[in-house]
Structure formats: C-alpha cells, structure tokens
C-alpha cells in the first residue's frame, strides 16, 4: 500500500519561504516520477513540478518557475518542494503524488496521470 504524507506547509507574508516535504512509503518501483500539485480554493488542481526519484530531468510549471524547487532524497524516500519568494497566488493545498508505472517520458505533472495521493498541506501566503 502506497502511502503518501505532505509536511511543512503553514502562513507566511509574502516574499516569505516555505519547505514541503512528502514522505513516501510502500513502492516497490526503483525510478518512478513524482510531482507537487496545488488547489485554491475555486480553482482546478495545477501541477506544479514534477521530477525523477532516479534523476534525470525536472519540470516547473511557468506560475512557480524561478521561484520553487523540486528534489528528492531516496535514501529518506522524501520528496520536496522549496518555495520561495511566495506570492499571495501561492495559497492552495499542495499535495504530492507518484504517477501510474505504465506511463513513460518526460515527468510532467499530469494530475490524470497520477494514481497515489498525499492529503495535502496548506499553505497561506498573506500580503
């Protein structure tokens, strides 16, 4: 059983930091792709960035590009996303999500590609 579990989201002013983590447990797949989503509230969920656990490329979509980092540390099976200079426009839940195996290319958060979800973290960015 795939388990997924987001950290470190919280309230910040704007231009702030933040840090997300997202433990993973129960995979048995050595090199998969996994991405950060996000939700505002009345907004579909957008994929934010999506990477490799066994290297290789990243993607960022273009609201966060510059400004957040995606990174993995398989010996921790923890993936994270670094956030800065956070803008208003950044509060959402951010959840973490491992794609379907069967699907192969380019690691890009496809949120209809992706089967295991975390519950989420939130984060707050005020003005």
């Known amino acids: 059983q795939v388990q997924l579990q987001e950290s470190g989201g919280g309230s910040v002013q704007s231009g702030g930091s933040l840090k997300l983590s997202c433990a993973a447990s129960?995979?048995?797949?050595?090199?998969?792709?996994m991405g950060w989503f996000r939700q505002a509230p009345g907004k579909e969920r957008e994929g934010v960035a999506g990477i490799y656990t066994g290297g290789g490329s990243t993607y960022y979509g273009d609201s966060v590009k510059g400004r957040f980092t995606i990174s993995r540390d398989n010996a921790k099976n923890t993936l994270y996303l670094q956030m800065n200079s956070l803008k208003p426009e950044d509060t959402a839940m951010y959840y973490c999500?491992?794609?379907?195996?069967?699907?192969?290319?380019?690691?890009?958060?496809?949120?209809?590609?992706?089967?295991?979800w975390g519950q989420g973290t939130q984060v707050t960015v005020s003005s």
């Open positions: 999500a491992v794609r379907a195996p069967r699907v192969s290319g380019y690691c890009y958060p496809d949120q209809y590609e992706f089967i295991y």
């Open positions: 129960g995979y048995s797949y050595s090199r998969y792709c």
